[in-house]
Each structure stands twice: as structure tokens, then as C-alpha cells.
């Protein structure tokens, strides 16, 4: 089992920033991708960024391309999703999510393990 454990969540205004973070921890497989996805109330939980295990392959939403962007730490099994620029319509609760092997996907249904959510609220 992995657990991965958000952080950084918070209200902002709409322009400002918020960094998030998701460690994981337990037995994580040899490679993994890390993503962020996101579920605003009474909508679907919708893909945000992911990243590879050799942070070669990068992927955005459109979104929040060029607002946002996506790291990881293999060293500390640690993900962040930096998010500039935000807006109202990012509100959302944002969730830390892994799945197997070297690729990195955008599909929900290829995810493995997910962490239990972080809220981000931006106001106007």
C-alpha cells in the first residue's frame, strides 16, 4: 500500500498563489508518476498535471497551462504543483494521486493510489 498525504491548501484571492505538496510513503513501487487532480463541487474530478518518474514527461490541463506547474523529488518521494495566477473557477478540493511505471497519464482510471484532498478556495 502507499499513502500519500496532501498539504498547502488554503483561501487565496483570485491573482495570487498557493503551493501544494504530497508526500508518499509505504511501499511505493519502483517507478511511478505522480499527478493533481481536482473535483469542484457538484463536477467530476478532472485531471490537472502529472509528472514521470524521470520528470522527463509533463503534462497540463489546459486549463492551467503556463499558471501552473508540476514537480517532484524522488529523493523525498515528494510531489508540489505550484499555482499562480489563480482563479475562482479553481476552486476545488486537489488530489495527490500515483499510478505505475515510467509513463505519465491523464486518465483517472490509470491511477493507483490517491491521497485524501487538500481544499483550495480563491475568492474574487
Known amino acids: 500500500q502507499v499513502q500519500l498525504v496532501e498539504s498547502g491548501g488554503g483561501l487565496v484571492q483570485a491573482g495570487g498563489s498557493l503551493r501544494l505538496s504530497c508526500a508518499a510513503s509505504g511501499r511505493t513501487p519502483s517507478y511511478y508518476a505522480m499527478g493533481w487532480f481536482r473535483q469542484a463541487p457538484g463536477k467530476e474530478r478532472e485531471f490537472v498535471a502529472v509528472?514521470?518518474?524521470?520528470?522527463?514527461?509533463?503534462r497540463y490541463a489546459d486549463s492551467v497551462k503556463s499558471r501552473f506547474t508540476i514537480s517532484r523529488d524522488n529523493a523525498k518521494n515528494t510531489v508540489c504543483l505550484q499555482m499562480n495566477s489563480l482563479k475562482p473557477e479553481d476552486t476545488a478540493v486537489y488530489y495527490c494521486?500515483?499510478?505505475?511505471?515510467?509513463?505519465?497519464?491523464?486518465?483517472?482510471?490509470?491511477?493507483?493510489?490517491w491521497g485524501q484532498g487538500t481544499q483550495v478556495t480563491v475568492s474574487s
Open positions: 509528472i514521470s518518474w524521470s520528470t522527463t514527461y509533463t
Open positions: 494521486a500515483v499510478h505505475y511505471g515510467l509513463g505519465a497519464s491523464a486518465a483517472r482510471n490509470d491511477y493507483n493510489y
